[in-house]
């Protein structure tokens, strides 16, 4: 991949030459300077360009929205006409995300994996992400980039993404930043005057950058591998299921943070006299109607089959294979929001200390007279 | 859009014909789509399929396909039980509603060629084995035995009644039907679905045999443990699934069950299969 540098002061250019070139850029901000993770995306305008933030802690709502909005419009119905009159509606912004951290472009990737993947191709989520430019940031200063609860380290997303994106800046912490082009479209942007050539001296800074940050995490597990295969297995107690569902209060707040959750619910909604439309909105396996069928039944009745699900999904081997993706990426928002802390750090830990207890040797074991 | 994509959410408006009553609460549904083109490509599914039926400003829901690809009627047959089949049922002859499918494996029938078919259905669980057991009929030929058991609660609750009585008066097929609760104007067997395998006379062909079994959740189970006792293999025991469906496609998440997306990789699945899922049914 080919890389240039940039002057720290000149890197919000890349912002005004998307701009220039008809993107909405959407890129993060944060609410005022002393809330550090009151952090939010929002599109960038001529008015709040300047607060744009490269360093700043990931935000909760994740910036899947823009490829699955929270509620999405279908299609319209009007009714008016004597038949129904059917009208799908689809919207392919030239749209560009400045600032998206690895764990999120791993997201987005694993969104293009499920939705365009298999038997059918998502329609909508196609159109939305055609014109979709991946800026992506390093988390490269650990005091302010990187959460309590981050732990791409161990999901191997981070905290610098190695493909997926268009353009990836990483701050080299002396004045500079690097800039490496993922795609053609990226490499496009290098043709600017304020891109220059690096030397081998920049590209020896990034890497003794990257292996301190790699040591700056606070959550790290090495069980999720072991977990991935012990959930694949089906070798969990349901006592552990158990332990970890009873902690879970059902707000639906781990899947609504989730980069990588994809569940949607359907329904129609009347707009107007003669209109209806049919919308999609985010779901939560968390919940308990989503698996209960009319007439009451719900094969997922207690809350620890519905937690059970949600990383029985995610740590299955064989969800990894049929997307060639996890659905975790190690953002760590789940940790963060979680009112019982059963993110899936805590998860992973869970297991970890179960599978520990089981299979316990017992030397008295054999019978009274032993 | 783009030329040549297809969006997998958009249904195709169809006009309902004509509605006949089967038992209480369930009625069968005859339509056909507006635009010609698309009643001919669809009208190529598998039996075991089903499809996404809209009701505008109610929803959209699951509905089998009873009639079999050989019949030339499109048909659902579909119990009232909440809002989108309570506004199916509520619609008249010549209103327009929306359909979009086929969904789903279906049944491989040509795999099942050469073989005894057992068709055992409990209640509703008839309307999915309708349109395998009208194929089977329809090429009669490819297969050896054809045995119908069908169970109900009453007499009132036998539905497809004029195909009852086909099936009881065709040669090629042997139909036994009984009901759990017997009324003044049933004659035939009394008890549940697998009590008609201990029958006199009887007998259930066990090797070289597919086994169909569709029906609520406590009549799988008992028939399951019969056909299996009776020395039938788990892989020869099919049926198909239920789960909560919004998309039909495998995105919206609703329908899985442990490992697998009912609404694409099911909803038939082997008993084999049924068992390696991870979760509950
Ligand atoms: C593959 C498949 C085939 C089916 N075939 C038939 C059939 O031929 N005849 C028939 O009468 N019923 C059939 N059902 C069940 C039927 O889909 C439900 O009874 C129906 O969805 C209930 O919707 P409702 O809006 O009337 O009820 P509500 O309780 O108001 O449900 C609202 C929504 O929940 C979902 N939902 C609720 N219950 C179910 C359920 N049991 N299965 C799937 N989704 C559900 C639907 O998306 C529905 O729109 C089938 C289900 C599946 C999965
Ligand atoms: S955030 Fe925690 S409490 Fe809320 S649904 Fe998720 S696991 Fe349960
Ligand atoms: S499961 Fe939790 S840590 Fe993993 S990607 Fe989702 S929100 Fe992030
Ligand atoms: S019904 Fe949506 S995934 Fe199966």
């Known amino acids: 991949m080919k890389a240039r540098i940039l002057n720290h002061d000149q890197v919000l250019t890349v912002v005004d030459l998307l701009r220039a070139r008809g993107y909405e850029v959407i890129a993060p901000f944060c609410r005022d300077e002393e809330s550090r993770r009151d952090t939010f995306f929002d599109v960038v305008t001529d008015d709040n360009r300047a607060h744009v933030r490269v360093h700043v802690a990931n935000p909760f709502y994740p910036p899947k929205r823009y490829v699955l909005p929270h509620i999405e419009r279908l299609f319209r119905i009007g009714t008016g006409s004597g038949t129904f009159d059917i009208q799908p509606t ?58 309590d609860e981050c732990f791409c380290v161990c999901a191997d997303t981070g905290p610098a993404a190695r493909d997926h994106f268009d353009l990836q800046l990483m701050d080299l912490h002396d004045g500079e930043f690097m800039a490496v082009a993922g795609t053609p479209a990226g490499e496009a942007l290098f043709a600017n005057p304020v891109f220059r050539k690096g030397t081998e001296a920049h590209v020896e800074r990034r890497r003794a950058i990257l292996s301190d940050v790699r040591k700056r995490f606070k959550t790290t597990t090495s069980w999720f591998p072991a977990t991935v295969r012990y959930v694949s297995q089906g070798k969990i107690l349901d006592k552990t299921w158990e332990e970890i569902g009873n902690r879970c209060l059902e707000c639906g707040g781990c899947t609504y943070v989730c980069p990588a959750c994809t569940c949607f619910t359907v329904t129609d909604r009347k707009v107007g006299p003669d209109e209806i439309e049919r919308v999609r909105i985010w779901d939560s396996c968390a919940l308990g109607g989503f698996t209960r069928m009319a007439g009451g039944h719900n094969p997922r009745k207690a809350v620890h089959d519905r937690r059970n699900r949600r990383f029985f999904r995610k740590l299955a081997h064989y969800f990894i294979q049929r997307e060639l993706s996890m659905a975790c990426l190690g953002c760590g928002r789940c940790a963060a929001v979680c009112h019982g802390d059963v993110g899936m750090p805590s998860v992973v830990e869970m297991i970890r200390r179960a599978m520990g207890e089981t299979g316990r040797l017992s030397a008295t074991a054999g019978g009274e007279q032993s | 859009m783009s030329a040549g994509a297809e969006n997998i959410y958009l249904p195709k408006l169809a006009v309902l014909d004509r509605v006949q009553d089967e038992i209480a609460e369930v009625k069968t549904f005859y339509w056909h789509f507006e635009d010609p083109e698309e009643q001919r490509r ?77 068709f055992v259905a409990g209640g509703i669980g008839l ?23 069908l169970g109900a609660r009453t007499s009132r609750d036998l539905m497809y009644r004029e195909d009852l009585r086909r099936w009881e008066q065709s040669a090629g097929v042997e139909c036994h039907l009984t009901v759990d609760r017997a009324d003044p104007a049933w004659n035939g067997h009394v008890g549940v679905v697998g009590s008609l395998f201990k029958k006199p006379g009887i007998e259930v062909p066990v090797d070289n045999t597919i086994a169909f079994v569709c029906g609520p959740p406590i009549m799988f189970r008992f028939v399951i443990k019969d056909l299996l006792n009776m020395g039938l293999p788990e892989r020869c025991i099919v049926s198909t699934l239920e789960r909560y469906m919004k998309c039909g496609v495998g995105k919206c998440g609703h329908c899985c069950i442990g490992v697998a997306y009912v609404c694409v990789d099911g909803p038939v699945f082997t008993y084999e299969q049924i068992k390696k899922l991870g979760e509950d049914i």
């Not at chain 1, 991946?134 to 490269?140: R, T």
């Not at chain 2, 996404?52 to 019949?71: A, R, Y």
């Open chain 1, 90 to 147: 689809y919207e392919h912004p030239k749209r560009a995300i400045f600032g998206i951290r690895s764990c999120d472009v791993a997201g987005i990737w694993h969104l293009d994996r499920f939705y365009l993947g298999r038997e059918f191709r998502d329609t909508y989520y196609e159109q939305r992400r055609r014109n979709l430019f991946l800026v992506n940031v390093v988390c490269s200063d650990p005091n302010v980039d990187i959460a």
């Open chain 2, 127 to 149: 309307i999915p084995l309708r349109s395998c057991i009208m194929y089977a009929l329809a090429h009669r030929e490819k297969f050896q035995r054809i045995q119908i058991f």
């Open chain 2, 42 to 118: 669809f009208g190529r599914f598998r039996p075991g399929q089903f499809a996404q039926v809209s009701v505008f400003g109610t929803g959209e829901f699951p509905l089998s396909l009873p009639p079999s690809p050989t019949e030339a009627q499109t048909f659902f047959t579909a119990r009232q039980v909440g809002s989108c089949s309570g506004s199916l049922h509520a619609l008249k002859p010549g209103d327009q509603f929306a359909v979009r499918g086929p969904y789903g494996n279906g049944f491989p029938m040509e795999d099942y060629y050469g073989k005894n078919l057992v």
